[in-house]
């Protein structure tokens, strides 16, 4: 288990993320009335885009998003093999870095924004995260993830708040609106693409398929709230990500893009409103 | 070889167009049209997209402008002039202040006419462009399979003839690029 888990972490979650950033196209364009692009669309695109030429603003970039790339899925790959979860949290923030390292070699005023912008947008994530990995281990006196999905009942009951801080981190975890402060998904905004700006051919490709390896780790994360050792919590589990996805998707087409300043306030007042409440009532009752 | 016509993506630049062209160019992708649904997104980076589009008669000030986001576009690329006046430089060609259409500067592969063109039109044209996008990225997947994937990063000496050579370009039309001109030195 401990091998097989990570290895089809490895093969399936670019599938199910490109599947699931495919209907999120298409859910979108039908919100807007539109036809939409096929639901393979996102897989279209990568490989067209490892079908051009390759153009590099420096050469480190090409190491630095591979960097990036390798750590994302070997932080999914540690989580689904059942280690500490929150060295899990601190690999993926780590991997974070190497994103920003990648726009800023660049020079590109556009870029070097977005990669500031990248990492206000962890230093909002951070406390909600790290809470997350807290609750759990208040909750069932264990980071393992091994542990945690053998729990005798699903661990939202007892975590709601926490539950609730990390869905709202969710949408800046998936550069969402209103929170798309580092890359902007729509054209002709102020930023062009952020961090992503001086990311051509395939290293965009890389990009786009570590951004799908990171979304499903963290609605792995999501799971990990609702799974318990009853082997239909697996089922549930899966509507309740399904759920939340549909939910971003909601938000995003329904919010403009906040100012970064808003954005940090309201990110830690829900932490602190949600997750701290539960973590003290956590506390006091236990 | 890779199929990429399902993916073309949009660079959109305003040479010195009145807008006309430009409204229509985003109309196609409003719920009535929705280029999307072919795969079409309006990128604003130069260096992700595939087809130019470019609107209105080429100018001084712009002239330099549209060659950089050409030079700046990753190969294989296609050039669309959407409107008469990236076509020809329409009512303003013989201003004194028009180099004419987008062919004066760069290599232009499809010529959507109108004025404003029509999002159909506009539709149309976008999908000749990917058309030949497919044609010149089999061509370009050829020659990185001939000299190995290395090749995907240079520049080879080929790739402008692939593109359409704009040396040929300009001869076939039997006129030269413009240079750019400093019209008080003429007084």
Redesign the interface.
């Known amino acids: 288990m401990r091998i097989l888990m990570p290895i089809l972490f490895l093969l399936l979650a670019p599938l199910a993320g490109g599947l699931l950033d495919g209907m999120d196209r298409k859910i979108s364009a039908r919100m807007q009335r539109r036809v939409g692009p096929p639901i393979l669309q996102p897989f279209y695109d990568v490989q067209k885009l490892f079908a051009k030429q390759r153009i590099v603003v420096t050469n480190s970039q090409t190491f630095l998003m591979i960097t990036y790339m390798v750590l994302i899925i070997f932080t999914g790959c540690m989580f689904y093999s059942g280690v500490d979860m929150l060295m899990c949290f601190f690999m993926l923030s780590t991997a974070g870095i190497f994103l920003y390292f990648s726009a800023v070699v660049t020079d590109s005023p556009y870029s070097y924004i977005g990669g500031q912008r990248e990492l206000f947008q962890e230093m909002c994530c951070e406390p909600a995260v790290l809470l997350t990995a807290l609750g759990f281990y208040i909750l069932e006196g264990s980071f393992q993830t091994s542990d945690l999905i053998k729990a005798d009942r699903s661990a939202i009951l007892a975590l709601p708040g926490f539950f609730v801080a990390f869905l709202f981190i969710l949408t800046i975890k998936m550069r969402k609106s209103p929170f798309d402060e580092s890359t902007s998904h729509h054209p002709h905004q102020e930023l062009v693409k952020g961090v992503t700006t001086e990311l051509g051919g395939s290293n965009l490709a890389l990009f786009q398929i570590t951004e799908w390896y990171e979304n499903v780790l963290m609605l792995s994360v999501v799971a990990l709230f609702i799974l318990n050792k009853n082997p239909w919590s697996i089922l549930c589990a899966v509507l309740v990500v399904l759920a939340t996805y549909f939910l971003e998707i909601l938000i995003d087409n329904t919010s403009a893009r906040m100012k970064s300043q808003k954005m940090l306030q309201l990110s830690w007042a829900v932490t602190i409103a949600a997750a701290g409440v539960n973590l003290v009532i956590l506390i006091l009752v236990r | 070889m890779?199929?990429?016509k399902?993916?073309p993506?949009l660079l959109h630049y305003d040479a010195s167009s009145c807008n006309g062209c430009d409204i229509e160019v985003l109309a196609s992708l409003?719920?009535v049209y929705?280029a999307?649904?072919?795969?079409v997104?309006?990128?604003?980076?130069p260096?992700?997209a595939?087809i130019l589009l470019v609107t209105g008669g080429v100018n001084a000030q712009s002239a330099e402008v549209v060659k950089q986001l050409y030079d700046?576009m990753?190969?294989?690329k296609v050039v669309v002039a959407v409107g008469v006046c990236a076509c020809t430089g329409g009512v303003f060609k013989d201003c004194y202040n028009i180099n004419g259409g987008v062919d004066t500067v760069i290599p232009v592969d499809v010529y959507v006419p109108g004025c404003a063109a029509r999002p159909e039109s506009i539709i149309d044209g976008i999908v000749k462009a990917v058309a030949i996008f497919q044609e010149r990225?089999d061509k370009?997947?050829k020659y990185v399979k001939e000299h190995g994937e290395s090749a995907?990063?240079t520049?080879d000496p080929d790739a402008a003839a692939r593109d359409g050579n704009p040396a040929d370009f300009f001869n076939a039309l039997g006129k030269k690029p413009q240079e750019h001109t400093d019209h008080k030195e003429e007084k």
């Open positions: 890779a199929n990429v399902r993916s993506w409003t719920p929705d999307e649904r072919f795969g997104v309006n990128t604003a980076d260096m992700q595939d700046q990753a190969r294989p990225s370009h997947d995907r990063d520049s």
